[in-house]
């Protein structure tokens, strides 16, 4: 069974454009994570979907904006960049959302540098 | 306001000792507690995960207990290898369904 996939697995961009990555769950997974990770700020969750629909959404600026398909593919989206943004993105994927057995598969993250 | 916190942040041992890695947590309502490691520039593989009603989970090499009314879990690792070289992550899965990580616990395994 295929992992987490994610793409792309670099890039570059300047400051004040957008950025969008995508992350493709492990097949028959529904819920999708992603998280933000920084050397200054550790793993920060982001936002979850399930079923096309955000279950839940991280301490982050309207800039940050995600989307999950009816295949369960998700897109993370991120407008006029700045610096802080810079860090390596992850993608999670799990059967169900939250609760009493959530064992979360991670893809390998875009790594995302904003000049 | 859940916190995850990991002692230590570092952590260097040689070939062959068994070691623990501690995760405490600030608010014991938890649905599960999962333990990861995380090689240099990747993502995270499970290693283990606890559910809010169990004790401990056992994987080979690795034991993870977790004690809610204490807010601790344990990552125990016997006879630790150079391959066992990674940072290893907590997170614990909170009310709000949202996983909250601890900074980590970069370990080195000499040989």
């Known amino acids: 069974k295929a992992g987490v996939t994610q793409t792309p697995r670099y890039l570059i961009k300047t400051r004040g454009q957008q950025v969008t990555l995508s992350c493709s769950p492990i097949?028959?997974?529904?819920?999708v994570s992603w998280y933000q990770q920084t050397p200054g700020q550790g793993l920060q969750f982001l936002f979850e979907?399930?079923?096309?629909?955000?279950?839940n959404k991280g301490n982050f600026p309207g800039r940050f904006s995600g989307r999950q398909f009816s295949n369960s593919r998700s897109e993370m989206n991120v407008s006029t960049l700045e610096l802080g943004d810079s860090a390596l993105y992850l993608c999670?994927?799990?059967?169900?959302?939250?609760?009493?057995?959530?064992?979360?598969?991670f893809g390998p993250g875009t790594r995302l540098l904003v000049l | 306001k859940q916190e995850v916190t990991q002692i230590p942040a570092a952590l260097s041992v040689p070939e062959g000792e068994n070691l623990v890695l501690n995760c405490s947590f600030t608010?014991?309502?938890?649905?599960?507690l999962q333990w990861f490691r995380q090689d240099p520039g990747k993502g995270l593989t499970s290693l283990l995960l606890?559910?809010?009603?169990?004790r401990e989970q056992t994987s080979g090499r690795l034991n993870a207990s977790l004690d809610k009314s204490s807010g601790r879990s344990t990552l125990y690792i016997a006879a630790s290898q150079p391959g066992d070289s990674a940072t290893y992550l907590c997170?614990?899965?909170?009310?709000?369904?949202?996983?909250?990580f601890g900074a980590g616990t970069r370990l080195f395994v000499k040989a």
């Open positions: 608010d014991s309502a938890i649905y599960n």
């Open positions: 979907y399930f079923s096309e629909t955000q279950r």
């Open positions: 097949s028959g997974h529904r819920s």
């Open positions: 999670a994927s799990s059967l169900e959302p939250g609760g009493l057995v959530k064992t979360q598969y």
């Open positions: 997170a614990v899965d909170t009310g709000g369904f949202k996983t909250i």
């Open positions: 606890i559910q809010s009603s169990q």
